[in-house]
């Protein structure tokens, strides 16, 4: 009874110091943020936002709802800009619950799995990732991990299982990381001579062909219009090095934590031949992550999520070995010293470089300043914006104007030559080109963020400063065209 106690406190513990930090700043941390909180506030509102009028000018926004609908859901008892606060930070706290119950299952040591939990609520890239960010992702990674302990369960709890897989499927495309994770779990088990349970091949087989078709029922026309470039989300070339990022070893080690990645990977090796099925579907999880990252076949900020809370996890079974061996040296009497020491060596080196990364994002958060000028434009007047990819969110959210681009692109025909177009307006130095460029989508203004270079044509006949102070936003004199004289 006082390990779920402790539990519970530890979940409010998470949970509060994300808080913390998330109110620091009254806005979210990323661009992408602000398009689920028009897509929440929309259902608030009784609306369902299918089509996207300011995206693009215009486009059709394929996903399921349902992370929305939670957000909407308690915007009726919370103030709107708390809620999408609070949904996103509770579910991620709520992670903690299935990392205990999966750790308690491989160790059984209370003390252990607790710190197991909390150790993989403070994995840096998934803390700096999540903590003041609106993004299903904090749903999908406890759905996840939840579905991972009901797997490893014995006997298998199906009807539950059934219900948690229902939700996960329509919530975020990380239920495809879960399926290719149970084949690669059922292959190990092959490998090992180990037999599969009919009834663990039976709901296998069921859970890879629903998720599957799950994924395609919801994304069929992304499918039908870019085939198997809808894994790379029809990113131009130049953008997607950037999501799908190659990193260096050392910064994949500091955004999951130094010591607990060196320990669980360990404790895969010294686990990998006890034929442990429990054990596998971790082993089978983590190279499935491992892989798809090295093949950029994953967004580097999930796959790291995912493999930076399994290794928390492992960690735990590494602790517990150790543990075991300590009891048969000569420095038993100290070996649970020694195993606190080490957990607590362990929070450490994780919680310093998530801080790091916390502070980081509040400190690129964007600011008082740029979502006054983008309100002041939307008062402004109608027009299409011309602003960074990754701040066209931003613009649609705070002055509800429509942009010429911004960072989602399914569906969206010639992504390659619009992204060159609007790079080309920020860095031309041809007042001509720009304005032709402006006409060709039909744009306004131009908005040029903080920390952003300015245009080089600013002080031009056809370009008005409308704003002039950190951030800069340019009207163009609707006069002005480019006429082709034959």
């Known amino acids: 009874m006082r390990k779920w106690l402790w539990l519970g406190v530890l979940v409010v513990a998470l949970f509060a110091v994300r808080m913390f930090f998330a109110l620091q700043t009254p806005y979210l941390s990323s661009d992408e943020s602000y398009l689920y909180v028009r897509g929440a506030d929309a259902l608030a509102d009784g609306r369902l936002l299918w089509f996207d009028a300011l995206g ?4 059709l926004w394929l996903r399921s709802p349902v992370f929305e609908a939670f957000v909407a859901l308690a915007s009726f008892v919370l103030p709107f800009s708390l809620a999408v606060k609070v949904v996103p930070n509770f579910f991620a706290a709520l992670v903690a619950v299935p990392v205990f119950l999966i750790a308690f299952e491989l160790t059984r040591n209370d003390r252990l799995s607790l710190a197991a939990s909390l150790l993989a609520g403070l994995v840096p890239v ?5 903590f003041n960010q609106l993004s299903p992702v904090s749903l999908a990674l406890f759905l996840f991990f939840s579905l991972v302990y009901l797997w490893m369960a014995r006997p298998i709890p199906v009807p539950l299982f059934l219900v948690l897989l229902l939700l996960f499927v329509f919530v975020h495309p990380l239920s ?13 088990q092959v490998i090992d001579g180990q037999a599969v349970e009919p009834t663990e091949f039976e709901l296998g087989l069921f859970t890879v062909f629903f998720s599957l078709w799950a994924q395609f029922l919801v994304y069929k026309r992304a499918f039908l219009v870019h085939g198997a470039g809808v894994i790379w989300q029809n990113i131009p070339d130049a953008l997607r090095s950037e999501v799908f990022a190659s990193i260096s070893l050392l910064e994949a080690i500091v955004l999951v934590g130094a010591y ?13 031949g006890a034929q442990d099925r429990r054990v596998n579907v971790l082993l089978g999880i983590t190279v499935l992550a491992a892989g798809l990252l090295w093949f950029k076949l994953v967004d580097l900020l999930t796959g790291l999520m995912v493999l930076g809370i399994v ?7 590494w602790s517990d070995m150790f543990l075991h061996f300590l009891r048969l040296t000569k420095v038993s009497r100290y070996a649970g010293v020694i195993v606190s020491l080490s957990v607590v060596f362990a929070l450490v080196t994780t919680a310093v470089p998530a801080y790091a ?7 690129q958060t964007i600011t008082q300043e740029e979502v006054r000028v983008l309100s002041d434009l939307g008062a402004r007047g109608e027009g299409a914006v011309v602003a960074p990819v990754e701040f066209g969110h931003y613009v649609e959210w705070f002055a509800g104007l429509p942009t010429v681009i911004d960072a989602h692109f399914l569906l969206r025909p010639k992504v390659e030559e619009r992204y060159r177009d609007v790079t080309r307006v920020f ?6 080109e720009a304005v032709m460029l402006m006409a060709k989508y039909n744009a306004t203004y131009i908005v040029v963020p903080v920390g952003y270079p300015d245009i080089k ?14 951030m800069k936003v340019y009207e163009k004199d609707s006069a002005c065209e480019v006429r082709v004289v034959s």
Do not use: H, M
């Not at 693009?56 to 486009?59: I, Q």
């Not at 998934?126 to 999540?130: D, P, S």
């Not at 495809?176 to 190990?188: E, N, P, Q, T």
């Not at 044509?457 to 950190?470: H, P, T």
């Open 260 to 272: 607990p990645l060196a320990e669980g990977i360990y404790a895969l090796y010294r686990s990998g």
């Open 126 to 130: 998934f803390f700096g990732g999540t």
């Open 357 to 363: 990364l916390v502070q980081s994002q509040v400190r």
């Open 176 to 188: 495809v990381i879960f399926v290719l994770g149970l084949l690669c779990y059922f292959l190990l």
């Open 427 to 432: 860095r031309t130095f041809s007042e001509t």
């Open 311 to 317: 290794l928390a996890i492992l960690f735990a079974k």
């Open 457 to 470: 044509y600013g002080e031009g006949k056809c370009f008005d400063r409308v704003w002039a102070g950190n």
């Open 56 to 59: 693009f000018g215009g486009r």
